[in-house]
């Protein structure tokens, strides 16, 4: 795993398989933390048989990159996969609801999307500012984020009939 073939020690990666059951899992992957020298890392519990959803990112979220992999029902050997990190950008978005009114200073869970898949373990806190705007550094040009208003249980519970922001968008676009 790397940028350019050179290799990226200390990623996180975080996995997704979708749902799924077996006798001693739930269909959750814990993230795999840190990344050899080489780059390397090694998964345990992935199911056969499912696709699987990788986002990783290099400390400080300097360099990010996804993948989704098809991992065989009765694999002959043990997968080998590779994943080609790149740079990440800031992103500035201003943040609105259905409404059109700006989401100012607005409490919020953001979580990378990989094709479809959300990507529960890599969910980050942030906030928007008093004029909705959100910025972010180490997000990846052209990926879906699920972008979500955080709720304590109290308030969600209080306010059982109130719809809270929650939408999946691009944050930052692809470079063209």
Known sequence: MG?????VAGAVVYLSAGDYL???SLGIIPPYVGS????S?????????RDLHVYAE???RRLAGTAVFEIPAEPAETPSIALDLALTVRASVILKNSKGDVLANTSLNIRPVVQGQEMGFAERAAASDDQGRLELDGIV?????AVREAISEERRAANANTRFFQQRMQLAPMPK
């Not at 890392?41 to 048989?49: I, M, R, W």
């Open 141 to 145: 040009p052209g990926l879906e984020y």
């Open 41 to 49: 890392f090694e998964l345990h519990n992935v199911p056969t048989g």
């Open 22 to 24: 077996t006798t001693n």
């Open 36 to 39: 050899a020298a080489d780059g």
């Open 3 to 7: 940028l350019a073939e050179r290799p």
């Open 58 to 60: 290099a400390p400080e």
